[in-house]
């Protein structure tokens, strides 16, 4: 049974940094597209990042790159978000998810959950002074 679970969300000051984990079970998550996901109270959900395994690469929303970064564990079988230099924009509840064919899906830059296929319940990321 493939299944995701986030954890590492909390509260932060703008500035601040934390680090999001993503692990799967169920299956290797080193083999498959993985991507970050957000979606803040009334706005719709925003791709964050993506990483795939076939193609070996990397992609960042704009409102982010050069902030975050996506990572795996292969021992752990867990991918990470590090997130620095949060800023007020950045709170959100943040998911993980995995597509079992083919690699990210990029739309005008920005990572896309089209054919993610298992997400996880995400976690919420606070920004607050």
């Known amino acids: 049974q493939v299944q995701l679970v986030e954890s590492g969300g909390g509260l932060v000051q703008p500035g601040g940094s934390l680090r999001l984990s993503c692990a799967a079970s169920?299956?290797?998550?080193?083999?498959?597209?993985i991507g970050w996901f957000r979606q803040a109270p009334g706005k719709g959900r925003e791709g964050v990042s993506c990483?795939?395994?076939?193609?070996?690469?990397?992609y960042y929303a704009d409102s982010v790159k050069g902030r975050f970064t996506i990572s795996r564990d292969k021992a752990k079988n867990t991918v990470y978000l590090q997130m620095n230099s949060l800023k007020p924009e950045d709170p959100a509840v943040y998911y993980c998810?995995?597509?079992?064919?083919?690699?990210?899906?990029?739309?005008?830059?920005?990572?896309?959950?089209?054919?993610?296929?298992?997400w996880g319940n995400g976690t919420l990321v606070t920004v607050s002074s």
């Open positions: 169920g299956f290797t998550l080193a083999n498959y597209a």
């Open positions: 998810a995995v597509a079992m064919a083919g690699p990210c899906t990029v739309v005008r830059g920005t990572p896309s959950s089209y054919g993610m296929d298992y």
């Open positions: 990483t795939s395994s076939s193609d070996g690469n990397t």
